[in-house]
């Protein structure tokens, strides 16, 4: 089963993201997507050349896939998965690990709620769980402060929950490898970006290199391959993962 994670900058670059889509859909089973907009408008400067309906535009494309997505704010972005149907999905939903759905006060991206998207699906006789997840930005930094530390702990309980027996979080966390914050939610899991050496997870449209995001797995999971891939179709690099 291969998964590929990447935070789609609200679909700014339209036609290389498509193109990105294309070239991946034969050979991956699902796909986690953040900053992801749905029939949406937006308040934030940020994302004035966003895609409204970035959602729709890769289902068009994703045609073998089953989409699900959850908005963190009903005119703001939100998270998408997308499994191949042929895969038999048992569960999905999201829960809010830092405030709750529509909580933005006054267009201000500090207060945005942030939830922990997953699906439940069936693979190989095995239970997994898979959480697709994108962590509170704050404007100075990606280090720990006690909200950070608040979100990751709720993540860790929502994991320890659930009776999957194979777990895997991933996207864009916004935090550094080196946080509190991120050592509560790999505790007890494989987190494949500190394993596997990755430098950086941002493409050349970030002046930082720098690691944001993350591929974390119980350590029941085998890791055929990681990687992190070339195409730049938004200020973040999409990590893929094979099991």
Not at 80 to 95: R, Y
Request: hydrophobic letters at 35%.
């Amino acid at each position: 089963m291969k998964i590929i994670t990447l935070n789609a900058w609200g679909g700014k670059l339209r036609e290389p993201i498509f193109d990105f889509f294309k070239k991946y859909e034969h050979d991956t089973d699902v796909f986690c997507l953040q900053e992801v907009f749905h029939q949406g408008t937006t308040s934030l400067e940020t994302f004035k050349e966003a895609n409204m309906n970035l959602f729709g535009d890769i289902g068009h494309i994703l045609t073998d896939f089953q989409g699900y997505y959850h908005p963190t704010q009903t005119d703001e972005e939100g998270l998408a998965i997308f499994v191949k149907k042929t895969i038999q999905v048992v569960d999905s939903g999201d829960v809010f690990v830092f405030r709750w759905r529509d909580a933005m006060e006054n267009g201000n991206s500090k207060t945005l709620g942030r939830n922990l998207q997953y699906v439940s699906i069936i693979q190989d006789e095995k239970k997994y769980l898979i959480c697709n997840f994108h962590g509170l930005w704050t404007g100075a930094g990606k280090t720990d402060t006690d909200d950070r530390i608040k979100q990751s702990i709720n993540i860790t309980n929502f994991l320890n929950e659930r009776k999957e027996s194979h777990k895997i979080v991933l996207g864009d966390f916004n935090l550094r490898p080196d946080t509190e914050s991120v050592k509560l939610i790999e505790a007890g899991m494989r987190n494949l970006v500190t394993e596997y050496g990755i430098i950086t997870t941002r493409s050349s449209m970030c002046t930082r290199a720098e690691i944001a995001d993350y591929v974390l797995v119980s350590p029941n999971i085998e890791v055929k391959t990681f990687q992190v891939l070339p195409e730049e179709v938004s200020d973040h690099l999409a990590l893929c993962v094979e099991i």
